[in-house]
């Protein structure tokens, strides 16, 4: 199986599925390719939350902001999964929570024809390779080249205080739901009361339909984190945040 | 094989793939998963458009505003066909379409740790279990328990009137085309003539193309149900319709 | 395997694949259904670009502001590809670059029932036949007859001048960048160097990442054609161009 992501939207990707099935017959799953473009961080988000999900498989995953730089080509051994990129942090987060002992390797390529769509030129044809040869293969092989240092992406940490915790925006999705970096653990005892949101109030509420239609809640999204919601509205707007928005989230005890 | 259906957007359902994939190796077909958001008449009518065309399978719908309240789960057995999702009627047209003896069952599920994103942790994995125990399954199983009950949807009946016919607009599709729930049949003898939209002239033709560029007409379209379009354009703009809008025909002969 | 190509967008190409799984159990790979609508240009130029890159299949193309009128249903034999759909030209440029022995087909097929969705009533049931019988079953079919006259597309010839040469915008991608019918040969020896593009000076460089953020280049895109771009920014813009716009590229060496 070769799951395939990118930022590349219609028609590009198809010409990467053409150049995995001229070298292999693998099942083919796209995870997605209207990540936001360019956006590692928010990419590196979305793998992580999804790709543990699936069984053992090859992930060639593009969002590349510096095709045709310098930049290497990688390949990540996570336990049975291998991840297939560039280098340039996108794959961390993932192989990160996939296991601890995940295994770095430059991947060796001719300069293709086109400097501009290693997507198809490079990154396909390695996850083909990887594929075909088998997630052993790397020790073996002359493609693939053991390197300890790599480009590395960490998500920023929420800090805790006194009467509350304080983070920041990570992403928002495609239905306006602001996702910060703060665990949902922080409102495990919550559900039900009522938070500050930057100074404004706002409950915090287990599902979206617990509030009535276009009102604010704060919840735990089915990533674990915390969310800022509207039911059946844009959280984003209504709490006007947006990707790296701080966030300071006030307990309503706090102050009594 | 395993058809998949959601008003999610990207990249939410590839979650639920990996969900099914860690559980079935059944082939997967996506129907779509940009439903208008939360309109479950609208996912009724496409999936019973769409779905009686394929051989049969399980079929994993999630359009499902209540998510998180107490709307129980359902699996809907249509033949050799199995529908899986919430229970909010959106399964029972498809279901009426392709058999008249469609059975019901509730399935039991474990609170899932995510309250938001029963997509994944409810019925992808339901649909993966219907699919590796076949259709045959539910009387045996003790994950499934038939129900008498449900919630149903039907759409509006047309009114026949003495000089037309009146309905409504079910939908209007992504090229704007306004489908109504007015059988074609009305419309059998007609083509090549005129009929009145609620008091405004407009002719009624078998293809879009026997009219001009950026011009309206009445016709029939794939579903099988009268539809105002525009050749090239938007008919829900010129016809000034949207869903839920009336819409009253008038025979270009009734007042002769 | 089938692949599938259409301007249907969601969610009618649904029904197509149910269409073909009826017949066959080929393997169903999308190359998009978000072709600009009705463009039949546009098609062809993916189409040529993308299907190349794949192993020997049978193509499904849908792309036919004509759908209901006289024009016919053709196949098309590119060497161990054929090509399905209307016979308006789509088919051409990918039939040509993939092989100059191509032959072409007509598609007897009943009237459907449906005049307006023969995606999923003629095309698709069209290319389930022809992958189950194989790429040889054409002259014993009663299905198909080889006529000699189709209906041809040929993308304009740029013509080169003493200090330059002058083409045209061929479509815009989903990023922006404006690709023309200039080959890229003529940039071979100008990387580093400056050109005017319509008069006003531009780069030529081999990557996007070549120029700062927000500044325009020219370059050489992944299909081989001189493209006007702008770094993480949308070409089509900020060089004033759109499909069709004539552009004129003289050499910054002309006027020493």
């Known amino acids: 199986m070769i799951t395939l992501s990118s930022d590349f939207g219609s028609p590009y990707p198809a ?6 099935l001229q070298r292999s017959d693998a099942r083919l799953v796209d995870i997605t390719h209207d990540f936001p473009r360019q ?20 992930h060639c995953v593009v969002v590349d902001p510096g095709v045709g730089t310098e930049r290497a080509a990688i390949a990540v051994r996570a336990g049975e999964h291998v991840l297939v990129g560039p280098d340039n942090g996108v794959l961390l987060p993932v192989a990160r929570r996939l296991t601890q002992d995940f295994e770095t390797f430059e991947i060796a390529y001719e300069d293709p024809g086109s400097t ?19 997630v052993d293969s ?3 092989g002359e493609r ?10 960490q998500f920023p940490e929420p800090s805790e205080r006194e009467d509350g915790v304080t983070g920041e925006v990570l992403i928002v999705d495609g239905f306006g739901n602001a996702i910060t970096n703060i665990p949902g653990e ?16 706002a409950p915090v509420r287990r599902t979206y339909a617990a509030v009535e239609d276009g009102s604010r809640l704060v919840t735990v999204g089915s990533h674990g984190n915390v969310e800022l919601a509207v039911n059946q509205g844009r959280g984003d707007e209504r709490f006007s945040v947006k990707s790296g928005s701080r966030i300071r989230l006030r307990w309503a005890d706090s102050n009594q």
Chains 1, 2, 3 share one sequence.
């Open 15 to 20: 010409a990467m599925k053409g150049a995995i």
């Open 39 to 58: 956006d590692v961080t928010a990419a590196a988000f979305w793998l992580r939350e999804i790709l543990p999900y699936f069984p053992p498989a090859v």
């Open 116 to 134: 501009t769509f290693h997507g198809r030129d490079v990154f396909a044809p390695a996850a083909a390779t990887v594929h075909e040869a088998g």
């Open 138 to 140: 790397f020790e073996s």
């Open 144 to 153: 693939f080249e053991r390197v300890p240092e790599y480009v590395d992406l």
């Open 186 to 201: 922080y409102l495990a005892e919550r559900f039900g009361s009522d938070v500050t949101v930057n100074g404004a109030w």
